[in-house]
């Protein structure tokens, strides 16, 4: 099945929308889920989105009982009977988020057999942090044929986790949750260096905790977890998703209109806030909704995106869509990833000017008028970013590979039409 947006632009954005669950807390939160052996989880205000599905059958393919319950949005998780160790490719390589089922599997199999991680692609995504930490821990890794055609197989075996002093070389924000989970049920007390601060970090802490594990610095770059004996289901309500914010946040910008986002925190945002607020976006929380507005001319921006409070990386392909429509020069350096601007190519499709500079640096510059154009979303961001441009374009902008928007953002196109927008999603 392909998946298909189509934008027809020019209608200013008006009215109320609702933020969904984290993509990025939901994801590892399956993942604990499954440490505890006894029990059902119940994860509340869960996204609607291809990662949770995916992540729902690759909880089944290893044993769990997982039932999705779409309209309540809400998960029920009964890992009492864990089976397989392998992370079968056809499932865990269509999403980032499987590798985080590799701590619940070590504890209760003493083994995982990732087949396949998938995730965004953008440029270089190590896992060396997560699999050095392991080792650290007692485990085995070994490769199996990762050179051949189908990609072999990485076997990670160890009978108990020990507790270990480990570190991500810069934060990871999954490594982070990864080496964190580990040590949740190691033998001892575990030191992790230079963590991810990411809100999405915390909140597995934060699960992790009402779960039973015992976890000190949260929010700090040292964290130290002291292993305990098995870890109880709960339940949580996932906090919103500060990414699915930034995007409609910048989606009213774009277009020069008004919106009431339901659910989402100023806070979360980080630098993201001072940038959209120095190109001419106005701000006000009024308790649990975000009033978003613009009604100025665009200012161009330089954006340098970095680990939390950093601009976020995420919100950077959006960022480069709404300063196309700024007047002025706007710069943008991509830290996080080093390949993360295939999405300048589709822009000047559509009338953009963009330089890329190098796979890091690239300037905007704006304004210039979009036409809609015949494009492709290389990954999910660029595929909103995508929409947005869409947003602000004159004729109907084409959006394939879609699927990637849907990996992400739940009813896109259902919650921007509500605002007033032309979007529409086909599937063939
Ligand atoms: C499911 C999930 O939560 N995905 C998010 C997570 O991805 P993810 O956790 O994969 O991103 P990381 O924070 O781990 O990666 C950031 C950078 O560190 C490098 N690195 C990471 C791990 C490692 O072992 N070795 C290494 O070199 C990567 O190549 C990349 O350049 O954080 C990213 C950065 O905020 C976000 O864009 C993703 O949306
Ligand atoms: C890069 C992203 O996700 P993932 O890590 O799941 O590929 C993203 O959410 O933009």
Redesign the pocket.
Known sequence: MSVTYRVNGGKQLQGTVFIQGAK?SV?PMIGAALMASKGRTVLRNIPIIEDVRRAVELAQAIGAKADLHEAERTLVIDASELSSPVLPAEIAARF??SFLFVPALLHRLGEAVIEGVG?CNLG???????YNGFKRMGATVTEHDTDSADGGYIHVKVGQLQAGTLYC??P????TENLVMAGALANGTTLIKNC?L?P?VLDNIDFLQRMGAQIEGGGTGFIRVTGVEELTAVEHTVMPDRIDAGVLVMACAITGGEVSLVGAELEHLGVAVDKLEQMGVEFSQQGAVLQVRRERPLRPINIITD?YPGF???LQSPIMALATQAVGESYIYER???SRFQLAEELIKMGASIEVASNQRAKVYGSTPLSGAKTIAHDLRSGAALVLAGLAAEGETEISQAYFIDRGHSNFAERLTALGADVHRETV
């Open positions: 990025n994801l980032r988020g995730g270089s995504r190590n896992l060396d942090f997560h070389d810069t990871s924000h999954t490594g991810a990411e999405e680990e976020a990386t995420d996080i990833f080093d």
